[in-house]
């Protein structure tokens, strides 16, 4: 990846070289790398257990060539660079990053999991690596005392993320508190099913919900979240 973002260590034991190759095959996702511009720097061979892509097939071409066209925006935001909001005089510092994209999967259904159109819902979780640079210019506005004035360019380096999928599992496994209820919904959020549990909590029988929208009973400040996460799961 270049020097900037580290050197390896050349000191390194022969526990430490097979630990390191092994981590990512350990942890239940992918490691992945991402230039500024989006281009895959290195992803872990694992990748292909999650979304049947090899890493060959992968390094070196575009992230937006393999996450659905709704996510671009937000693939995009994650890799723009915010000014601080606080003075540094670190050169380089990192951003945490957290975001739900929707990857290609090209896995059989029956090993793919939680997919949609041939994409999977990925969980990332990671840094946004910054790089500060200081030039000194001479102040043109001040043409009676020249006083020197310091100006910070920010540079992204890029984006190391940690994904996994989510988990797929079946919703007899979930614990159902007394203030709790169940209901199943279409993907259009269709109300299909709701337990008897629903009058005692929300006042309404569940025949008065059934073939109704989950959007006209949500609270009106909620519906912007409502439609993000339906958008993205």
């Not at 097939?57 to 925006?73: A, C, R, V, W």
Request: glycine fraction near 6%; hydrophobic fraction near 35%.
């Amino acid at each position: 990846l270049g020097g900037i973002w580290g050197s390896r260590s050349l000191s390194q034991t022969a526990i430490e070289r097979e630990v390191n190759s092994q981590l990512t095959q350990i942890l239940d996702g992918f490691l992945f790398v991402l230039g500024p511009d989006g281009k895959i720097m290195y992803i872990s061979e694992t990748a292909s257990t999650h979304l049947g892509l090899s890493q060959v097939e992968l390094t070196g071409n575009s992230i937006y060539e393999y996450i659905h066209p709704i996510d671009h925006e937000e693939m995009a935001n994650v890799l723009t660079v915010p000014l601080p909001t606080y003075c540094t005089n670190n050169s380089e510092y990192e951003i945490d990053r957290s975001f739900f994209i929707r990857m290609k999967c090209v896995l059989a259904k029956r090993n793919a999991g939680l997919t949609a159109s041939g994409f999977k819902v990925i969980h990332c979780s990671g840094y946004l690596k910054i790089k500060q640079f200081n030039f000194d210019t001479l102040s043109c506005y001040n043409s009676t005392n020249n006083l020197n004035s310091t100006e910070n360019y920010y540079q992204n380096i890029g984006l190391l993320a940690y994904g996994y999928s989510l988990p797929n599992s079946s919703i007899t496994e979930v614990r159902l508190y007394s203030n709790m209820f169940m209901f199943r919904a279409g993907q259009d959020l269709k109300l299909l099913f709701l337990d008897s549990r629903v009058s005692q909590i929300t006042g309404y029988e569940p025949q008065d919900l059934v073939d109704r929208s989950l959007y006209h009973y949500v609270h009106t400040q909620d519906l912007m979240a409502l439609r993000w996460a339906h958008q993205i799961f």
